[in-house]
C-alpha cells in the first residue's frame, strides 16, 4: 500500500490514489509544465486512517439517518462526522511517512520547513461533468507539523453539507469516495488568478479568458476580489479587450505567521493593470499548452513570483455554453434594476430572496431567485433551488460563476449593489446572457442568436475612435469592452436619480454628500473603462427637469427652458454646483484617475468657457493638466467662432447634435407637431459640422459627437469622411457604427490608393 506518490510518479490515471488534482499535478510535471514541487497523500492513506480509527461505520451510520434535503439535518450530520475525523489521532506511521515527506520537500526547494500549500484532491471531484468548485478545502501556508492537521482537516472536508448533499444528488455512494490530500510548495504569489483555455460563457474556442489579482490567487477563486479580466485571441496571443478592476485587497503571507492575510492596497495599486501583454501573451501559451496536453478546454489556476509563471492547478471545464439553440429573451420586463457580469447564460424569474448567511438557505424556495453578497460552497443546496442567482460581488470564474454555470442556473455577478437594490419579495427577471436584472417576471421564448451578449463580437480596430454616451453608470462595465472611451458621460440622471434637488443639499450644508454620490457614479464609468478616457459633462438639465425634485419647487417657470437657464449659463450663476461637480472630479483625479474630461454644455462665448476654467480652479482642479477641458459644440454660435474658442484653450470639442439641430433649424427638438422638420441630416447643421471639424484638425483639437446622430451610420461615414477624431454612440449602436467607420476609413485609403 502506498500512502505517499510524488507528483512526477503520478500521471492522469492516478485518480483513484491521488485524487483528481493529484493526478492532474502529476500529469503536468511530466509534461514539463512549470508545477511548484509536491507529493500526495494518497486515497489509500484516508482509507487506512479510516479502517484504523475505525471511523466507516460511525460515520455512514449517521448518514442514514440524515434527509439531505433538511438543511438542519444536513448541518448536523456534518459536523459530526467532521468532528470524529479531525479529533481522531493519526495512525503513527502514517503521521511520520507524511512528515518525513514534507521535510524531503523542504529540502528539494533548499528549506529546512518550506511553506506549502495543503489540498484536498476527491476521487470522484475533477471528472468531466462532476466538477465542483470549492467542493474540498485548501490550506495554505502550512509549515512544519501542522501538515498532519490539515491532512485530517482535509480529509473531513469530505463531509462538508455540500459534499453530502451533492454526493446524495449526483447519486455517488458517500462509502466508494476517497479523498487525497495534495502537499505542495507554496507559492508566495506577487500576482495570480485563473484562466480558461475557452470563453466560459461563450464558449468561444478562439477565445482565452484571463482573471487576475495581486497577491494569491485566494481573491479571485473566492470571488472577494473582483479581478481584471482580460480577453485574449488565441491564435494570436493578442489582446482583445480587458476589463481593469478596481482591486481593494489582496491576499498575501503575513511574514511573521505566515498565514494568509487580506491586506488592503493604495489606490494606485488597487486600480493598476496586474498583467502586461508580454505575461498575457506568456500565460496564453502556457493554456495552449495545458489544453493541448489534455485535449480538452482548461480552467487554470496560475500565479507568478518574482517573474517565474507557476501552474497552480488545471481542471477541465466542465460546462460549456449549450444554450446557442434555446436561448430566451426578456419580453415584457424592462426596467432595470441592476447590472453585473453575465456569468451564466439564459433566464430565470422569480421571487427575490436576499440571504447574508448560511443559516438563511431555508428562506430559498425552489424557482425563487438567490441574492446575496458571494454566494459559497455552503450555499450549494439552496443555488439548486433557485432559478437564478445573483451577486454583488465576483468576476466571471467566482464560486457563483462556476457553480452557477454547472447547474444550468443564469447567473449575474459582480452587481456591486443587488443586495442593496433587490429586496425580498420582489418579482424580477434576471438575465443571464447579458448580465442584467429587470423588475417584474417574464415568460420566456426563443431567441436569435445574434442578439446574444454584445461582449461576444470580436472588436475590430479603426483609426477613427469609437466611444459610448452612459447616463447609467451601471451600463458602463458591460459596454467598456466593445468602446474606445465614454464620449459622453452625461449626470443628468445621476443627479436626477437621487430624488433631491442638489441645490438642496449645498443649502442644507450637505455638499460632501452630493460630492461623494457625484464621485461614486462618475467612478463606476472611469474605472471599468480606465485607462480609456471618459469625458464627464457638467450638469445640463433645464429649470422643468429639476422642478419634479424634492426641493424643486423654487425652480423659476421658464416660457421656454430649451432657450433658458440650463448647460454653462446656469453653472456661471448658481457655481455652488459646478463647485460641487468640479470637487467630485478633482476627488477622482486624486484617486488616480486621469482618464476624465471635462466637457461643458451649451457654450456660446469663450468667456463662458473662461469662467468655467476659474470655478474649476477655484476648487483646485487644474484645467488641461488634471483633466481635459472641452466644449459641446451645440449652439451654432460656438460653431461659427470655433477659432476664438480654440485660442482660449479647449483640449477637444463634441458635437451636441440634438441641440445644434434644434437651434440651427429654429425647431424644438420636444415638439411633435415640428418633429418633421427635425433633420441632423440637413446641410446647414452638416456643414456646421464640416466647418467645425476642419478648424480643430488644423488645430489639433480633438473633434467628436456625442448627439443622436452619431449613432445613425449614414451621418458617422460623413464624419468620418470630414475628418472626425471620435465618434460617441450609444451601447447598441457600438457594433454597426464602428463596422461603417471600418468600411468607410478603408474604402477612403482604397480611393486614395487608385487616385495615385
Ligand atoms: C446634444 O445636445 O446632442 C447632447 C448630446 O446633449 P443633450 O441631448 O443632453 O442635450
Ligand atoms: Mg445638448
Not at 466507516?56 to 434527509?67: G, Q, W
Request: aromatic share 6%.
Amino acid at each position: 500500500m502506498m500512502n505517499i506518490a510524488w507528483f512526477e510518479d503520478l500521471g492522469k490515471d492516478d485518480v483513484g490514489i491521488a485524487g483528481g488534482k493529484g493526478a492532474n499535478l502529476g500529469e503536468l510535471v511530466r509534461a514539463g509544465l512549470p508545477v511548484p514541487p509536491g507529493f500526495v497523500v494518497t486515497a489509500q492513506a484516508y482509507s487506512y486512517f479510516l479502517k484504523e480509527s475505525g471511523l466507516a461505520d460511525k460515520i455512514m451510520e449517521i448518514l442514514r439517518s440524515t434527509d439531505v434535503d433538511n438543511n438542519e439535518e444536513l448541518t448536523k450530520a456534518s459536523q459530526e462526522i467532521r468532528e470524529l475525523i479531525t479529533s481522531s489521532p493519526m495512525p503513527e506511521a502514517l503521521a511520520k511517512e507524511i512528515l518525513e515527506s514534507y521535510r524531503k520537500l523542504s529540502q528539494r526547494v533548499g528549506k529546512e520547513e518550506e511553506f506549502v500549500a495543503v489540498r484536498s484532491s476527491a476521487t470522484a471531484e475533477d471528472l468531466p461533468g462532476a466538477s465542483f468548485a470549492g467542493q474540498q478545502e485548501t490550506f495554505l501556508n502550512v509549515k512544519g507539523d501542522e501538515v498532519i492537521e490539515y491532512v485530517r482537516r482535509c480529509w473531513s472536508s469530505l463531509f462538508t453539507p455540500r459534499a453530502i448533499f451533492y454526493r446524495e444528488k449526483k447519486g455517488f455512494a458517500h462509502e466508494r469516495v476517497a479523498i487525497a490530500v495534495v502537499v505542495q510548495k507554496m507559492v508566495n504569489a506577487d500576482k495570480a488568478g485563473v484562466m480558461f483555455s475557452v470563453h466560459p460563457a461563450t464558449g468561444e474556442k478562439d477565445k482565452i479568458v484571463i482573471e487576475a489579482a495581486w497577491g494569491l490567487g485566494e481573491g479571485v477563486v473566492s470571488g472577494t476580489v473582483t479581478p481584471d479580466h482580460y480577453v485574449v485571441d488565441k491564435a494570436s496571443n493578442k489582446l482583445l479587450h480587458k476589463e481593469i478592476a478596481v482591486k481593494e485587497i489582496m491576499f498575501t503571507k503575513d511574514e511573521k505567521t505566515g498565514k494568509t492575510v487580506k491586506v488592503k492596497l493604495s489606490p494606485e495599486r488597487a486600480k493598476a493593470q496586474v498583467l502586461t501583454e508580454e505575461e498575457l501573451a506568456q500565460l496564453a501559451e502556457l493554456g495552449k499548452r495545458v489544453e493541448e496536453h489534455f485535449g480538452s478546454p482548461q480552467d487554470i489556476e496560475w500565479a507568478y513570483e518574482a517573474g517565474e509563471l507557476y501552474l497552480l492547478q488545471s481542471r477541465p471545464i466542465t460546462v460549456l455554453y449549450e444554450k446557442e439553440a434555446e436561448e430566451e429573451e426578456v419580453s415584457e420586463a424592462k426596467e432595470v434594476l441592476v447590472k453585473g457580469l453575465a456569468a451564466s447564460p439564459g433566464i430565470g424569474s422569480g421571487k427575490v430572496k436576499v440571504i447574508f448567511s448560511v443559516d438563511e438557505l431555508d428562506k430559498i424556495k425552489e424557482g425563487d431567485v438567490l441574492v446575496t453578497t458571494m454566494t459559497n460552497p455552503d450555499m450549494v443546496p439552496a443555488m439548486k433551488r433557485a432559478s437564478a442567482i445573483v451577486t454583488d460581488e465576483g468576476g466571471m470564474t467566482c464560486h457563483a460563476a462556476i457553480v452557477s454555470r454547472e447547474l444550468g442556473i443564469p447567473c449575474v455577478v459582480g452587481t456591486g449593489e443587488a443586495t442593496k437594490v433587490l429586496q425580498d419579495g420582489m418579482e424580477v427577471t434576471v438575465d443571464g446572457t447579458r448580465g442584467v436584472v429587470y423588475r417584474g417576471l417574464t415568460k420566456v421564448k426563443e431567441e436569435k442568436r445574434e442578439e446574444a451578449a454584445i461582449v461576444a463580437t470580436p472588436k475590430i480596430i479603426t483609426a477613427t475612435e469609437v466611444k459610448v454616451n452612459i447616463s447609467i453608470p451601471e451600463v458602463a462595465p458591460r459596454v467598456a469592452p466593445i468602446a474606445d472611451g465614454v464620449g459622453l458621460l452625461r449626470v443628468e440622471h445621476l443627479i436626477l436619480g437621487i430624488g433631491k434637488h442638489p441645490m438642496k443639499f449645498i443649502r442644507e450644508g450637505r455638499e460632501e454628500e452630493l460630492i461623494e454620490k457625484i464621485a461614486e457614479g462618475v467612478r463606476k464609468v472611469a474605472q471599468p473603462f480606465y485607462p480609456k478616457p471618459v469625458w464627464y459633462r457638467t450638469l445640463d438639465a433645464p429649470t422643468d427637469e429639476f422642478r419634479g425634485l424634492e426641493g424643486g419647487e423654487d425652480e423659476p417657470v421658464e416660457h421656454n427652458p430649451m432657450l433658458g437657464w440650463r448647460g454653462v449659463r446656469r453653472a456661471i450663476d448658481q457655481p455652488e454646483l459646478l463647485r460641487a461637480e468640479f470637487k467630485a472630479i478633482k476627488k477622482l483625479v486624486d484617486e488616480g484617475y486621469n482618464n476624465i474630461g471635462v466637457m461643458i454644455p451649451l457654450v456660446q462665448h469663450p468667456e463662458e468657457l473662461r469662467r468655467a476654467k476659474e470655478i474649476a480652479r477655484e476648487v483646485g482642479l487644474e484645467p488641461h493638466r488634471d483633466v481635459k477641458f472641452g466644449i459641446m459644440v451645440e449652439i451654432p454660435a460656438a460653431a461659427l467662432i470655433i477659432e476664438e474658442f480654440i485660442r482660449e484653450g479647449i483640449d477637444f470639442i463634441s458635437f451636441g447634435t440634438n441641440d445644434l439641430t434644434q437651434y440651427t433649424l429654429a425647431v424644438d427638438r420636444n415638439n411633435e407637431r415640428v418633429a418633421k422638420l427635425y433633420t441632423e441630416k440637413h446641410p446647414a447643421v452638416m456643414k456646421l459640422i464640416e466647418m467645425v471639424i476642419k478648424a480643430c484638425r488644423k488645430a489639433g483639437v480633438e473633434t467628436s459627437i456625442c448627439g443622436q446622430a452619431g449613432s445613425d451610420p449614414e451621418v458617422a461615414k460623413k464624419l468620418v469622411e470630414f475628418g472626425i477624431s471620435s465618434i460617441s454612440a450609444n451601447p447598441d449602436a457600438v457594433q454597426s457604427i464602428r463596422e461603417m467607420v471600418a468600411r468607410t476609413e478603408m474604402r477612403l485609403l482604397l480611393d486614395k490608393a487608385r487616385e495615385g
